[in-house]
C-alpha cells in the first residue's frame, strides 16, 4: 500500500511546479530520491501499470520517493522552454523543496532523457551541490544520434515553424489544426509497426525505428495501451536547441542564462555528484555512444569515479517500464543509487 501526495511549488522564475511524493508503509532509512522525467510525458512516467514499478521498487528499497513534474510536464500548463531555463529555475528548485520537507541534507537522483540533460548542466555548472548521486538513462551530455533522426531535427525541423509551435504525439488521437491531421497522415502511412497511432507518432517525434523509444517485445500489452495517454506535446523551442546539440555533439545552452557556462564540456565538472550512465544497446532516440563519450569526458576529469551500463537488448523508455526491467534494470539502479 503507497500514499500519495501532491505538493505544489514555484519554480525560481515563478512557475508553478510540483513534487509527487509517494510513501510506502515502512520507513524510508535511505532518505530522499528524486525521479525526473523527459520531455512531453509527466512524473508517473514511473508508474505505469505494471505488477512492480520502479517506484514500487524504490519504496521496497527504503527510499523517499519523489517524482518531479517540471516545466516539460503534460500535467502542467504548456509553455515555451529550453533545457537552460529546467537546469537553472526548475531542478535547484526542486531539490531544496525536496531537502526542505524532509530535513535531509543531500538526495540522489534518477534522470531521464531531458530530464537527464537539463539536470546534468544544472549539475556541472555548479548549482546542484546537494545532490550526491545521479544515475542517467539515455543520455547526459553528449548527444549522437540514428542519422534518421539526426536528418529530420537538424534538416526537417527549420521548415515546421511556419505550422506549428509545438510537436505532439497526442494528435494520434486529439487533433490540434491541419497540420496535426497531415502529419498524423503521413505517420499512418509510414510507420505501420502497430496500432497505436500515439505509439507510431512517438517514434516519428523522438527517434528512428520502429518503435524508437522502446521494444514491443520488451513491453505487456497493458503498458503499450497506457502509454497512449501518457505523451503530449514538445515545443519548437526545445526541438532547436537540441538541433544546436546534435550539429555539435554535446548539450550547448542557450547562452541567455548566466548561471550557465557557454560551454559545459571545456572543463571539469563542477560536482561531486557520482554519475552513473545507463543506456540500452538497442536505444535508437539516443545512440548508446551519447553515454560513452560523457563517461569518457567524465573519467578523464575524474578518473574512476563515474560509471557507465550499457543494458543488452533494452532501448530508450524500456529501460523503465519494460515487463521484466523489475529484473533486468532495477537492480543495477538500486544498487548503484545506494552506492
Same mark, same amino acid.
Given at each position: 500500500?503507497?500514499?500519495?501526495?501532491?505538493?505544489?511549488?514555484?519554480?525560481?522564475?515563478?512557475?508553478?511546479?510540483?513534487?509527487?511524493? $509517494?510513501?510506502?508503509?515502512?520507513? !524510508?532509512?535511505?532518505?530522499?530520491?528524486? #525521479?525526473?522525467?523527459?520531455?512531453?510525458?509527466?512524473?508517473?512516467?514511473?508508474? %505505469?501499470? /505494471?505488477?512492480?514499478?520502479?517506484?514500487?521498487?524504490?519504496?521496497?528499497?527504503?527510499?523517499?520517493?519523489?517524482? /518531479?513534474?517540471?516545466? &516539460?510536464?503534460?500535467? #502542467?500548463?504548456?509553455?515555451?522552454?529550453?533545457?537552460?531555463? !529546467?537546469?537553472?529555475? +526548475?531542478?535547484? &528548485?526542486?531539490?531544496?523543496?525536496? /531537502?526542505?520537507?524532509?530535513?535531509?541534507?543531500?538526495?540522489? !537522483?534518477?534522470?531521464?532523457?531531458?530530464?537527464?540533460?537539463?539536470?546534468?548542466? *544544472?549539475?556541472? *555548472?555548479?548549482?546542484?551541490?546537494?545532490?550526491?548521486?545521479? $544515475?542517467?538513462?539515455?543520455?547526459?551530455?553528449?548527444?549522437?544520434? %540514428?542519422?534518421? =533522426?539526426?536528418?529530420?531535427?537538424?534538416?526537417? /525541423?527549420?521548415?515546421?515553424?511556419?505550422?506549428?509551435?509545438?510537436?505532439?504525439?497526442?494528435?494520434?488521437?486529439?487533433?490540434?489544426?491541419?497540420? =496535426?491531421?497531415? $502529419?498524423?497522415?503521413?505517420?499512418?502511412?509510414?510507420?505501420?509497426?502497430? +496500432?497505436?497511432?500515439?505509439?507510431?507518432?512517438?517514434?516519428?517525434?523522438?527517434?528512428?525505428?520502429?518503435?524508437?523509444?522502446?521494444?514491443?517485445?520488451?513491453?505487456?500489452?497493458?503498458?503499450?495501451?497506457?502509454?497512449?495517454?501518457?505523451?503530449?506535446? &514538445?515545443?519548437?523551442?526545445?526541438?532547436?536547441?537540441?538541433?544546436?546539440? &546534435?550539429?555539435?555533439?554535446?548539450? $550547448?545552452?542557450?547562452?541567455?542564462?548566466?548561471?550557465?557556462?557557454?560551454?559545459?564540456?571545456?572543463?571539469?565538472?563542477?560536482?561531486? *555528484? @557520482?554519475?552513473?550512465?545507463?543506456?540500452?544497446?538497442?536505444?535508437?532516440?539516443?545512440?548508446?555512444?551519447?553515454?560513452?563519450?560523457?563517461? @569518457?569526458?567524465?573519467?578523464?576529469?575524474?578518473?574512476?569515479?563515474?560509471?557507465?551500463? #550499457?543494458?543488452?537488448?533494452?532501448?530508450?523508455?524500456?529501460?523503465?517500464?519494460?515487463?521484466? *526491467?523489475?529484473?533486468?534494470?532495477?537492480? #543495477?539502479?538500486?544498487?548503484?543509487?545506494? =552506492?
Amino acid at each position: 500500500m503507497m500514499d500519495t501526495e501532491i505538493i505544489p511549488f514555484p519554480a525560481d522564475d515563478g512557475l508553478p511546479l510540483n513534487l509527487v511524493h $509517494v510513501t510506502g508503509p515502512g520507513p !524510508a532509512p535511505r532518505g530522499p530520491v528524486l #525521479l525526473v522525467h523527459g520531455a512531453g510525458v509527466r512524473a508517473e512516467l514511473f508508474r %505505469p501499470p /505494471l505488477p512492480r514499478t520502479l517506484v514500487d521498487a524504490l519504496l521496497e528499497a527504503g527510499w523517499d520517493v519523489w517524482m /518531479l513534474n517540471w516545466r &516539460a510536464s503534460i500535467d #502542467l500548463e504548456p509553455v515555451p522552454w529550453t533545457l537552460d531555463e !529546467a537546469a537553472v529555475f +526548475d531542478h535547484p &528548485a526542486a531539490v531544496r523543496t525536496v /531537502l526542505a520537507a524532509t530535513g535531509a541534507s543531500d538526495l540522489v !537522483a534518477f534522470v531521464h532523457c531531458q530530464g537527464s540533460t537539463s539536470f546534468t548542466m *544544472a549539475a556541472v *555548472a555548479g548549482l546542484l551541490p546537494q545532490v550526491r548521486t545521479i $544515475v542517467s538513462n539515455s543520455v547526459s551530455l553528449h548527444v549522437r544520434l %540514428p542519422p534518421a =533522426s539526426q536528418l529530420k531535427i537538424t534538416r526537417l /525541423l527549420p521548415l515546421l515553424g511556419g505550422y506549428t509551435a509545438a510537436l505532439s504525439p497526442r494528435w494520434g488521437y486529439k487533433s490540434d489544426g491541419y497540420f =496535426s491531421r497531415t $502529419v498524423r497522415a503521413a505517420v499512418r502511412l509510414t510507420h505501420r509497426e502497430c +496500432d497505436n497511432t500515439v505509439c507510431r507518432l512517438v517514434s516519428f517525434t523522438y527517434g528512428a525505428g520502429r518503435p524508437a523509444l522502446w521494444s514491443h517485445a520488451q513491453l505487456d500489452t497493458a503498458t503499450h495501451d497506457w502509454l497512449a495517454g501518457e505523451f503530449g506535446g &514538445a515545443p519548437l523551442s526545445f526541438f532547436r536547441q537540441m538541433a544546436r546539440c &546534435a550539429r555539435t555533439g554535446y548539450l $550547448v545552452p542557450t547562452g541567455t542564462l548566466e548561471q550557465l557556462p557557454r560551454n559545459l564540456v571545456d572543463h571539469p565538472p563542477a560536482t561531486e *555528484a @557520482r554519475f552513473v550512465l545507463l543506456s540500452g544497446t538497442e536505444n535508437r532516440c539516443f545512440l548508446p555512444a551519447s553515454q560513452q563519450l560523457s563517461h @569518457r569526458f567524465l573519467d578523464h576529469h575524474r578518473p574512476g569515479y563515474d560509471a557507465l551500463h #550499457l543494458l543488452p537488448g533494452y532501448g530508450h523508455l524500456d529501460v523503465i517500464f519494460g515487463k521484466n *526491467a523489475w529484473k533486468d534494470t532495477y537492480p #543495477l539502479i538500486l544498487k548503484e543509487l545506494a =552506492s
